[in-house]
């Protein structure tokens, strides 16, 4: 079975005892943390390793380094292949910066995108550029609707329904 789907049965078991479930993410989001902190103090280092390795590095399971190749894939500059991943495959974990701290953002993972390592690769302006930028690529705006008695939008002066508003 490939890690993935074994990870996936396990974090998100829907017949699982919930304080088991809430030791594994608790424990899951502090190594989680942990690995983040020493990814952002290198930012521009490349790790590469096959997911054993990767798990050994930082001290690990390979299931919860599963978990972090999930979680990290889409603010990956290459995607991983994790559909497919067994732990003897290689993977890289050489992330867009950017990408990465709207991602976190996006997720509401205050406790990743609020770490201190951040402040070393953007400033303070930048932080809340981007925290910024990803609130409002979410955010739908409707547009005002315009009644047929309105004056039209097009600034003709004349009434919507006299104008563009015509069928």
Known sequence: MAL???????AYSETANKGDL???WASYFEAE??????LLQHPDEVVTGTVKELAD?????VMTMTGFLDGINDSLKEANPIEEMEEDTVVSLCFDKELLYKNMVAAKADWLYELEEWNEIFDEEKQKALYKEQKTSTTIVKEEKVYPNDPCPCGSGK????CCGKA
Do not use: G, M, P
């Not at 993935?4 to 396990?10: Q, S, V």
């Not at 590095?57 to 399971?61: D, G, L, M, T």
């Open 33 to 38: 943390k942990e690995i983040y902190q020493q």
């Open 57 to 61: 590095k930082y001290e690990v399971s």
């Open 4 to 10: 993935l789907k074994k990870w996936r049965d396990t």
């Open 22 to 24: 809430q030791r594994l």
């Open 159 to 162: 009434k919507y329904k006299k």
